[in-house]
């Protein structure tokens, strides 16, 4: 039982560049979220899914677009790199609303150069 | 004003000692409180929901105080293992926010 994965665990890109940060859960698991936790700073939401289908903006959600295709997946995409972007990124599922247990997975290092 | 702040720390402990450290909040109406571990350089678990009674797991005790909006954990008994960053998490109107985390760190 993996739990939650988050692919790249790092990843360098130059400014202006695109990627997708891919996020999977095997537990079955409706809600499913996206974090960026920068010193200092606790995490900050930029998106999130209720549902297979279905997202939402957080916090923080300039610059970066999420598809939810399939349940067990999200995915964060950057268009256009910037380094205000560097961070750690987290993904994060949970049964039910904010209220349930997040469970995290081990995190994606971005760097903007 | 931030609407979770948290002392950073580090809190330098002795093993075996007893460490306690709080969090405020801003929303009155909140109504969920969790503690989060986070050791270095890894993903957040959760460590114990904080419910309005004060409840304890192991050597770990959690208090909320409505009145003066705050959330406490206290460690009794501080293992090496316990080092880590400790993250209060509030809920409130459908959002969930994090605390910037509070670093412990038990030397032998």
């Known amino acids: 039982n993996a739990g939650v994965t988050q692919t790249p665990k790092f990843r360098v890109l130059k400014t202006g560049q695109s990627m997708t940060l891919l996020c999977a859960q095997d537990?079955?698991?409706?809600?499913m979220y996206w974090y960026r936790q920068d010193p200092g700073m606790g995490l900050r939401l930029i998106h999130y899914?209720?549902?297979?289908?279905?997202?939402a903006k957080g916090e923080v959600p300039d610059g970066y677009n999420v598809s939810r295709l399939k349940k067990q997946n999200f995915l964060l995409g950057l268009e256009s790199a910037a380094p205000s972007q560097t961070s750690v990124y987290f993904c994060?599922?949970?049964?039910?609303?904010?209220?349930?247990?997040?469970?995290f997975g081990p995190g994606t290092r971005l760097l903007v150069l | 004003r931030k609407e979770v702040e948290q002392d950073p720390g580090p809190f330098n402990v002795p093993e075996g000692a007893t460490v306690a450290f709080n969090c405020t909040y801003s929303?009155?109406?909140?109504?969920?409180f969790f503690w989060y571990r986070q050791d270095c350089r890894k993903e957040p678990k959760l460590l114990m929901s904080v419910y309005s009674s004060g409840n304890e797991d192991g050597r770990f005790t959690a208090q909320l105080n409505r009145a003066s909006q705050y959330i406490s954990l206290l460690i009794r008994d501080s293992k090496l293992s316990d080092s880590a960053t400790y993250l209060c998490?509030?809920?409130?109107?459908?959002?969930?926010?994090f605390g910037a985390g509070t670093q412990v760190v038990v030397t032998p």
């Open positions: 994060a599922s949970s049964y039910g609303a904010v209220q349930e247990t997040q469970y």
């Open positions: 998490v509030v809920t409130g109107w459908g959002k969930l926010q």
């Open positions: 537990m079955n698991h409706e809600y």
């Open positions: 899914s209720v549902g297979e289908g279905t997202t």
């Open positions: 929303n009155s109406a909140s109504q969920s």
